[in-house]
Structure formats: C-alpha cells, structure tokens
C-alpha cells in the first residue's frame, strides 16, 4: 500500500509539472508574439526615419533596391518596362499635384461628389484634427476611424462605453503625426494634412459588402481583383477581366478562388471609367453594398507601393506593356 | 481491485508521458522560434547601422569610428598617435585606403590578381557569379557548393544538397546581400565600391575536417601570427592562435572559443611563404588560405581590416605588444 501511495504521490508531481510547463509555453509563445511584433514595429520606424532623411536625388535608386529584395530582378525605374517599374516612373515623373488631392480621403469626395453625384459617398462624422477632438456623442455604434492620410490605418469601435480610450487615443495620434509619404516612398501623401474622421460600420468586407479593386491603364479598366476574407484576412485574391473571365495571371500572395460575377458588373466599370480618366494608371476601389448600391472606396495612384509580385512573373512585363506611360 | 487500480495507474501514467512528449516538441520548437527571432533582430540591428552609416556625411566617419572603437575595445582611440594592433588598424583606414585594397577586397577580382602572383592552382573552383538570385544557373552547378557574395564578409549559403534548397529563403537571403553596401556594416571603406555579384564556389567539405582554415596575420609583408578556425555557418565556431612554429600564442581573440590542439597543417610552411608574398607591400593584411586534404593549398581571401579592429586581445596589453610590431611609416 505504501508504494502504491507512492506512486500515486509521484503521478500527482509529474501532472502538476506537465501543467506548469503547459504554462510557460503558453507564456513563451505569448511573449515571442509580442517580441515578433515589436521588431516589425522598430524595422518600420527605422524605414520611416531613413526614408525622411534620404536626399529626393536617391529615391529612385531606394526604389529599384526595394524592387530587387522583394520581387527579385533589377529593376530599371529611368527606363521604365515592367508594370511596377513604371508605378515607380509614374511616381517621379507623373506625381501631379491632382494625384495628392486625390489621395487624401477627405478631399478626393468633393471630386468625386462632382463627377458621380453625392449617392456614391459614404457617410462621414468629423474630420478632428487629433484623438480628443473626436465627438464621441455624434458617433453611431459601431463604428470605424481611420486617417486621410494613409493606407491600412483603421480602428473599429463596437461600442464606445467599453472603447480602450489611452490605447486609442495613442494609436490615433500616432497616426496622425506619421507622414505616411515615407513609409515607402509615395510621395502623392507627403503634403496632404493628417485628420481623422468616422465612418458607419457596415460589417466584414466580403460578407457584408464587398470590395472591388479596379485597375485602370490609360482611362480603360484592364482588370479587377476582389478578395475573399475570413475574419477580416484575405484567403484569396482572384482577378478577373472586365466580363468577368478568370485572368491568366494573379498575385503570387494569394491562391485563386474564383466567384460569381456581382449583378451590377457593367455599372462598376463605368463607374470606374469615369473616375480613371485622366489618369495614365490608377486603382478605382468601389464597394457595392448589400442593397447593391455602389460606393466609393478609394483612388489609388501606386497600389502596393509597385511592388507586387505577379504570378506568372513574366505577367510584370506583360502588363508593363499595355500601360502607356 | 488491485489489478484494476493498477491499470488505471498505468493508464494514468500513459496520459502524462504522452503530456511529456508533446510539452517536449512544443519546447524544442519554440527554441527554434527563438533562435530565429534573434536572428531577425540581429539582422534588424545591423540594417539599423547600415542605414544609419549610408545617409551620414563622410567628414563624420573620424568621429563615428572613435565612438565604435570605444564601445568595442573599452578605451579612446588614438588616430593621431595609434600604439596598440587594433588603433592601428583604424589608423590604416583612413591614412592608407588605396584603390588596390578595394580591388583585392572583391573577392572576384582578388583571383585575377592571385593568379598573376603566384598561379592558378591556388585558386578555388569558381563555377560562375551573377547579378541577382534568379540569374543563378542552378542546373549547371554540382550538387554541393557554397553561395557567397564578392562584396561582403560573413555572408554564405552552403549547400551540401541542392535538391534541398529552399529556393525562396535563399533568394531573399542572397537578394537582400546584393542590396547590402557593406561598407557600411562598419565604415570600411575599401568595400564601397565593389559591384556586387553573387558567386557559386566549390564546396570544400567540413570545416576543421576536410580542410583547415588559416588566417595568416602579415604584418610589414611578414605573418607575425596564424589564426587556425573552424567555421560553422559562416561563424567562428573554435579558434586558436599559433606562432610561425605552430605553438600557441600567449594570446589569443577574444569571444571565440580558444581550442588549443589544431594540429600543425602539414604544408604550414608553404601557406607561410605564399601567404608572405601576396602581402608583400602592404602594412597590414590577413590572407586567409585553407588547406585542403593533407597537400592542397587554396586561397581565400585578403582582408584588410581584420575584425574591423573590434576585437579585443586577451590579456589586453597584446593589443599594444602587437601593435608594436607593426611598423606604420
């Protein structure tokens, strides 16, 4: 019996040291996440700072490097004849002052109200010029801030009694004092003025409404890629041509998961149409909400920075080639 | 009841082994996890420097060196009147730069040079170099081979199995190198303006095994020292220092592993004298060479800021000692 207590003594040690050890790895793989993010965090704060002090006569150059360590071949931003080579020509020799008020989220919907009409534009709350400006009363539950001034800045607000205000109220204001022109090198947003403003929530994009990326060469929409998410995180990117035939060609990120052509196709496009078309190249963004109505996303001058990585590769030439610069 | 209790302990005890196994392998890959986030960060860390080194002004070089030098070596540079090897060594940089330092530091054109000096035989198999990762003839090298930049120190890929290669880390690795000015790793300015080229060499085998490693410290067109390694991963894994007749030195590197018994590489007189005439007319200069089997001898390269002076010697008046053998005007 004595042994058999024993024993019983030992199992119980061994158990609670397993537990503990399921701790600290849970632990562990905490702190890594954070540590992970962290040095994301640094690297970008090292690509702004030396993006901002690099002289304009080294842009270029910066560019065609970024090109070589993402994409792999050297590229030729003077003599400009893959489709990212020439975002990147666009971007020093066609950077028109109309392209930076365009970019800015705010200023873009008076142009856009002009040309399509007032339906096309969400509804907004504000802008504020930083975090405790923000009247918090005007705002409806739920609902999302993001900057003029930026791209993939966004915070959703489910419900504001329960918000996180210091944590928000950091993350805005460091928003607001990024000049996301030298995140990489796009400098269509260097002189736009940073504000924040709100929008209605409309739920998942790709469930609740969606998302159609336009890309427009020479005041023609060449193709459209729309994505399918899950929680938020795309899982597939597919690219079609204007009717809706599969393109040869993807994004390299992303698998392909073709779907069913949305029912107001040929309004997207002109929709599109008029808004690219004069511009030698620009992504048109729309939604179409869940009533079907469209609405404006945003225009977008250098999608992905002009450092996509095209699946075929050779596609990079192929598109360069139909783009007219 | 005593078989039964018995089974239920046994099973019991099953569970928690299993438990045991599974906390072990989540524990050996967090370590993994661990050892690449270091690396991550350490790679940050330099890029940070680089950067840094790239946007400042030359007429900054003098002050920026001083401030390494004392956080490495732990007292004031002295440009104007250096005494100890590794003073020296910063000294060199800005008083005897020449144009043919650079030349030699590329490790494509040093070969050029190698061959007139003393013959082609000394040279290691160079199956082709090009400008970028995917310019890279995979089909045409060997099996084994190792991936190296001509611009750069410490940058390699080997490859024991090229049907084992992971193509994408290799192409970002060697992608990101050929981006990299490495003169800007540390203000070594004799690598500036090298064009870089990725280059496929032949695969000598294991370090410390198949080949020695000798880097041969020629101070005035003389080796004064010897520094046999062994190489893991591109790094320093164990090191000793030996004098010309092979016995240990008094001193020796700091931050490697001192391994005292390397055996005496049977042609070390050989490497000795060729060594002595590919620096004949420099003030200072480390000619790596290796020797292959018990009779090859190859070259490897010529570094001219050894350790970027950063390395302190132990005991640390050797600094000074060997600074004083080296004769600056």
């Not at chain 2, 400042?56 to 900054?60: A, Q, W």
């Given at each position: 019996m004595f042994f058999v207590e024993r024993l019983r003594n030992r199992f119980k040690k061994i158990e609670a040291e397993n537990k503990k050890i399921k701790a600290e790895i849970k632990e562990l793989n905490e702190k890594h996440e954070a540590l992970l993010g962290i040095n994301d965090e640094l690297a970008l704060d090292m690509m702004y700072k030396y993006h901002e002090l690099l002289?304009?006569?080294?842009y270029e150059e910066t560019m065609e490097r970024r090109l070589l360590r993402r994409i792999g071949y050297k590229a030729d931003v003077k003599e400009p004849k893959t489709l990212n080579e020439k975002i990147q020509w666009l971007k020093f020799n066609d950077n028109i002052p109309e392209k930076a008020r365009l970019t800015d989220k705010l200023a873009v919907r008076e142009w856009v109200r002009e040309k399509l009409g007032d339906e096309y534009l969400k509804k907004i709350y504000g802008p504020w010029d930083n975090f405790d400006e923000i009247d918090m009363e005007s705002l409806p539950e739920p609902f999302i801030l993001k900057p003029?001034?930026?791209?993939a800045m966004t915070m959703i607000v489910k419900n504001k009694n329960e918000m996180d205000k210091d944590d928000a109220r950091q993350k805005v204001n460091k928003w607001l004092t990024?000049?996301?022109?030298y995140n990489s090198i796009e400098m269509q947003y260097k002189y736009i003025k940073p504000k924040v403003f709100a929008e209605d929530y409309y739920g998942d994009k790709g469930k609740d409404f969606f998302e159609y990326k336009i890309f427009c060469f020479n005041g023609k929409v060449s193709f459209v890629s729309t994505a399918e998410r899950e929680n938020n995180v795309a899982t597939s990117a597919t690219i079609y041509y204007p009717d809706w035939e599969v393109t040869p060609f993807k994004t390299k990120q992303y698998p392909i998961n073709p779907g069913e052509k949305p029912a107001v196709l040929p309004e997207l496009i002109s929709t599109a149409e008029i808004l690219c078309r004069d511009f030698k190249f620009v992504r048109v963004d729309l939604y179409v909400m869940k009533d079907n109505s469209i609405k404006f996303g945003e225009m977008t001058f250098t999608p992905t920075n002009g450092e996509q990585i095209w699946d075929p590769p050779e596609y990079d030439r192929k598109l360069g080639d139909i783009l007219k610069i | 009841m005593n078989i039964h209790f018995i089974k239920r302990l046994r099973n019991r005890f099953k569970k928690i082994e299993k438990q045991n196994k599974r906390a072990k392998a989540e524990i050996n890959e967090l370590r993994a996890r661990y050892d690449d986030l270091a690396e991550r960060y350490n790679e940050l860390r330099l890029e940070i420097t680089n950067r840094f080194y790239e946007l400042?002004?030359?007429?900054?070089y003098k002050e920026e060196t001083k401030k390494r030098f004392f956080s490495s070596n732990g007292f004031a540079l002295d440009l104007e009147n250096p005494k100890t090897l590794n003073e020296k060594i910063q000294w060199l940089k800005f008083h005897d730069n020449i144009p043919e330092k650079a030349t030699l530091t590329d490790k494509l054109a040093v070969r050029e040079w190698v061959r007139n000096k003393i013959?082609?035989?000394?040279l290691t198999k160079v199956y082709g170099d090009w400008g970028t990762f995917d310019e890279i003839d995979m089909e045409a090298l060997p099996k084994k081979f190792v991936l190296k930049p001509n611009?750069?120190?410490g940058m390699i890929i080997i490859v024991d199995d090229k049907s084992k290669l992971n193509i994408d880390l290799a192409r970002e690795k060697v992608n990101k190198w050929l981006t990299t000015n490495y003169a800007y790793h540390g203000l070594e300015m004799q690598y500036k303006d090298i064009v870089p080229r990725i280059m496929a060499e032949e695969h000598l085998g294991i370090s410390g095994q198949d080949f020695y490693d000798c880097k041969f410290w020629c101070f005035n067109g003389r080796v004064e020292f010897i520094k046999s390694l062994i190489m893991v991963n591109g790094k320093a894994f164990e090191a000793c220092c030996y004098d010309r007749e092979w016995r240990k030195t008094p001193f020796q590197a700091e931050g490697q592993k001192v391994k005292p018994d390397f055996e005496k590489p049977e042609r070390l007189e050989d490497m000795i004298r060729l060594a002595e005439e590919l620096s004949e007319g420099f003030k200072l200069v480390r000619v790596d060479m290796y020797q292959k089997g018990k009779d090859e001898i190859k070259f490897g390269e010529m570094t001219f800021t050894p350790d970027n002076g950063e390395r302190r010697w132990v005991p640390q008046e050797y600094d000074r000692i060997l600074g004083d053998l080296l004769v600056l005007e």
């Open positions: 002289p304009k006569e080294r003029n001034h930026g791209s990024t000049n996301y022109a | 400042l002004p030359e007429d900054k013959g082609s035989e000394y611009h750069a120190s």
